[in-house]
Nanobody, 114 residues
Framework: QVQLVESGGGLVQPGGSLRLACAAS????????MGWYRQAPGKQRELVAS???????NYGDPAKGRFTISRDNAKNTVYLQMNSLKPEDTAVYYC????????WGQGTQVTVSS
């Protein structure tokens, strides 16, 4: 069973940047469109950005112009570069396929606060 391990979160001031990584235990993830999701307290988990097997990307409105998703198939890893962070970006960030095919990892906490 594929395991997803997210990392790279932390506490950052508004306007700052973070780079998240999602490492998969198997190369099968390279066959899937992968996405970054986030869940803020009291809210449903939402899709932030996705990337196809061919590298095509799509972003939710909150991420457009500020976040960049990428993948390195040789490392079975998906990244999320987040710039110009805002307090409303505070959430636990997770990765999974677009169809949520894999077991969720533990996520990585992103806190944007001064």
């Amino acid at each position: 069973q594929v395991q997803l391990v997210e990392s790279g979160g932390g506490l950052v001031q508004p306007g700052g940047s973070l780079r998240l990584a999602c490492a998969a235990s198997g190369s099968v993830v390279n066959l899937y469109t992968m996405g970054w999701y986030r869940q803020a307290p009291g809210k449903q988990r939402e899709l932030v950005a996705s990337i196809t097997t061919g590298g095509g990307t799509n972003y939710g409105d909150p991420a457009k112009g500020r976040f960049t998703i990428s993948r390195d198939n040789a490392k079975n890893t998906v990244y999320l570069q987040m710039n110009s962070l805002k307090p409303e970006d505070t959430a636990v960030y997770y990765c999974n396929s677009l169809g949520r095919s894999f077991q969720w990892g533990q996520g990585t906490q992103v806190t944007v606060s001064s």
